[in-house]
C-alpha cells in the first residue's frame, strides 16, 4: 500500500526545470515535465560477436553502473534505488561497481562496461572533471550514457545523454533563504552573524553547488561572517575530526551549515562533548542537507534546525530516460528529482513515510 509521501513522490516522479522561480524559498519551478514510466519492451541482449558468454537469451536489457561509493547514508539510498529499479523482473541485467571513493575505479569500471557492450552506462561522478577521454570510448562504442546524481565538466555536452540528480546550488540558496527567514523570525537580522560550513568531497558539484549557492545568499549580508568552510568528505568521522579542531579555534560559533547529515552527527557529537546546545533554542543554529530519516529524527527533537533534502531516489527516473531512449523519445539536458525542506513545524507530516 504506497503512503501518501510515497505517491507524491511517485507523482512527481522526475522534473525537468524550465526555470528558477525567485520565491522567497525556492522549490521546484512550476513549469515541470513528468515522466511516465514508458512500457515497451526492453531490447534483445545481443550476442557477444566473439561467441563469447552472454547474461542469457532472455529479453533483458544490460545496464553498467559505477557507483561513486558507500560514503554517507544517502549513498546507500541511492545504490538501494538502483539495485530496487534495475531488476530481471523489470527487464533488466544490472552490471553494478563500487568505485570505493576513487575516479580511477570509476573510469576502470565504465571500460570494463565498454568491453562487456552493455546497453546503457550510468554513473555519478565523484568529481566533475576527468571524464572527457573515458566517456569518448563509450560514445565510440555506441553505448549512451546517463550521468546519475553528481554531474561533470566535459569539453563536449554530447559524451552523455543527460543527468538525473538535483539542483544543488538551489538546495546551497535554500539553506541560506531559510536562514533569512528564520534570523528575521528570531529579530537578529542586524546581528553580527558567525558561520562555519562543512564542505563534502572536494571537487563534487554536490559540494561546489551547496557552496557557492549559499555564499551567493551570503554575500547579500554585510553582517554574516563565514569563519571557515573546511572539507569534511561527507562522513561522520572527518566531521568529528574538523569539528574538534573547530570549536577550539573559534569560540562564538553562532550556524553551522553541515552539506550532509552524516557530517552533521559528527559535529552534534563534538558540540555535545564541549557542552554547546544546538538547534531550536541551542547556541549553534544547525542547517543540514540530504534529510535521511535518521537526521529527521533530530529535526523532530530540534537539535537540527533545517534539513534540505536530496533526493537519493533516482532509480525510477533514469530508468524512464532509459524506457524513452528504448522508444526513440526526446530527452531533456537535465532532470530534477523533487525535494522538500524540512524543519520542526512539517517534519512530522513526512517522517514515518521515509523509506531511506
Ligand atoms: C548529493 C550526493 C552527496 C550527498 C552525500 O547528491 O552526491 O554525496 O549529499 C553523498 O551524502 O555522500
Redesign the pocket.
Known amino acids: 500500500m504506497k503512503s501518501a509521501a510515497d505517491r507524491e513522490r511517485e507523482e512527481d516522479g522526475m522534473r525537468h526545470r524550465k526555470c528558477r522561480g525567485k520565491k522567497r524559498i525556492r522549490m521546484t519551478a512550476a513549469a515541470m515535465i513528468f515522466l511516465l514510466l514508458l512500457g515497451g519492451c526492453g531490447k534483445q541482449f545481443e550476442v557477444d560477436d566473439t561467441g563469447g558468454e552472454t547474461s542469457s537469451d532472455e529479453d533483458l536489457i544490460v545496464v553498467g553502473v559505477s557507483q561513486l561509493g558507500s560514503?554517507?547514508?544517502?549513498?546507500t539510498a541511492n545504490t538501494t534505488s538502483i539495485e530496487e529499479t534495475f531488476t530481471r523482473e523489470n527487464g533488466y541485467l544490472l552490471v553494478f561497481d563500487n568505485a570505493r571513493q576513487k575516479q580511477e575505479n570509476q573510469i576502470k569500471a565504465i571500460r570494463s562496461f565498454i568491453s562487456q557492450q552493455v546497453d546503457y552506462i550510468v554513473f555519478?561522478p565523484i568529481e566533475e572533471s576527468g571524464w572527457d577521454v573515458v566517456l569518448e570510448e563509450a560514445r565510440d562504442a555506441g553505448i549512451p550514457v546517463i550521468v546519475m546524481?553528481?554531474g561533470l565538466k566535459v569539453e563536449d555536452e554530447s559524451l552523455y545523454v543527460t543527468r538525473v540528480?538535483?539542483d544543488?546550488r538551489a538546495e546551497g540558496e535554500n539553506a541560506g533563504l531559510w536562514l533569512e527567514d528564520y534570523l528575521e523570525e528570531q529579530g537578529r537580522s542586524d546581528e553580527e552573524i558567525n558561520i562555519v560550513v562543512l564542505q563534502?568531497?572536494n571537487g563534487?558539484t554536490?559540494t561546489i553547488g551547496r557552496t557557492e549557492g549559499f555564499e551567493e545568499i551570503a554575500a547579500r549580508h554585510d553582517n554574516w561572517n563565514i569563519l571557515e568552510q573546511t572539507g569534511a568528505d561527507?562522513t561522520t568521522t572527518k566531521a568529528r575530526e574538523e569539528m574538534r579542531r573547530i570549536v577550539k579555534q573559534y569560540d562564538d560559533i553562532d550556524v553551522l551549515v553541515s552539506?550532509?547529515?552524516?557530517m552533521t552527527f559528527g559535529a552534534l557529537d563534538v558540540f555535545e562533548e564541549n557542552g554547546i546546545t544546538t538547534g531550536v533554542d541551542g547556541d549553534v543554529i544547525v542547517i543540514s542537507?540530504?534529510a535521511v530519516k535518521s537526521a529527521l529524527e533530530r529535526v523532530q527533537t530540534g537539535d537540527i534546525n533545517v534539513d534540505i533534502e536530496?533526493n537519493p531516489e533516482q532509480g525510477p527516473a533514469v530508468e524512464s530516460v532509459i524506457r524513452m531512449l528504448e522508444n526513440g523519445g526526446t530527452i531533456e539536458r537535465d532532470y530534477y528529482v523533487y525535494e522538500k525542506i524540512f524543519t520542526q513545524e512539517n517534519v512530522g507530516h513526512y517522517i514515518n513515510d521515509r523509506s531511506y
Not at 560514503?71 to 549513498?75: A, L, N, P, T
Not at 552539506?259 to 552524516?262: A, R
Open positions: 560514503e554517507s547514508m544517502w549513498r555519478s546524481d553528481r540528480g538535483s544543488f563534502g568531497t563534487a554536490s561527507y552539506q550532509n547529515d552524516d542537507f540530504d536530496c
